[in-house]
């Protein structure tokens, strides 16, 4: 599989979402886009496993999604915007998916994103 | 003939709405940049546009990985807010304006733009928040809406200069239209932000007030950007630019700066306001 994104100089702490990483995380994505529908999630929480399986998500995955791991989603295909939804089950936004990231407390995080107003 | 009157640029990010349910204006967080919208409120009230086209990208409501349309537009005569999957009160519907989305698609599929046509379109914080922040504050939204939602979300992402190209064929259609509205063109999202990955809370003020300034009365030197050179110098979601080259495209070509605010941080992101009118 090749694509023009992969040929171009990659940016560090960057995953591209190309055609690779959407086959890949397609069973993923899908089961976190249905997070949407309130019913869905607490599917979910009732019984994880079986929600899991009713998507046919692979060992990666799944293990991604019992870790609560972002990185690891990302890097089992996941995409963002709906990982937020998996993310949003637990109460967890964005700058809690960023510390988890970067390896930072989540008031770290915060606060550099303020020193970014100083530059 | 319906009549551009300017364009917008603003932010859409989730957690604006948050602020304005709870009340959070006056938070000395919030303060800073929700002190920028009474200018944009002001300058509204002024010009008071009858249709306003909102230039968003979905972020997984309404669209999936199955169908992922990378440009498309709403020819619907009411578009539905809904639960993005954490739990927040849908927003009220937002009126459409039908006979001038279709007349905008004629228009735009004739010049090659070959747009997904949707009849019915749930509408996220992308468009929700943006019009929270430019007419939340009236009893009623005292404009009519067409959405056009531009793919960010998976690769190939259509370059700028062709959403900036999207926005010349948008403003042609427009102003060529048998409606006799004045419209208000609304680019949302950016500026400069990274939500995934180790590099997650990226943000370039330099390269944010860069473009700021240059979508003014240069936009042209930001369209022969790459989409991973403003991934390289804006984060990933920095990608979101094309969404104001799009609006910037269906001005005229010299503009006015009537208003700007440009605040650090909202969330993860660099919020950039902007309201640039038409020239007469």
Redesign the interface.
Known sequence: MS???KK??A?????????AQ?QKG?QL??M??S????EC?EEFLADEDAYCEKFALTAEQRDAIKARN??QL?EAGG???????FA??FGL???D??AQ??GMSVED?KA???A??D? | MAQIVGGITTSHIPAIGGAISNGLQEEPYWKPFFDGYPPVHEWLDKIQPDVAVIIYNDHGLNFFLDKMPTFAIGAAAEYHNADEGWGLKPLSPFPGDPDLSWEIIESLVADEFDMTTCQEMKVDHGFAVPMSLLWGHKDKIPVRTVPIVINTVQYPLPTPARCYKLGKALGKAIEASSSDAKVVIVGTGGLSHQLDGERAGFINKKFDLMCMDKIVNDPEVLTRYSIHDIVRNAGAQGAELVLWLAMRGALSEKVSKVHSNYHIPISNTASGLLVLENAA
């Not at chain 1, 995409?79 to 939804?85: D, R, S």
Request: hydrophobic content about 45%; overall charge negative.
């Open positions: 694509s023009a994104a171009i100089e940016i560090p702490g960057t995953t591209i979402f190309d055609g959407s397609y994505n899908k976190c886009y997070f949407n529908d309130a999630r972002v990185l990302i995409n963002i915007y709906y990982l937020a939804k949003g089950i936004g964005v700058q998916v960023g990231q970067t995080f550099m994103l303020v970014a107003g530059d």
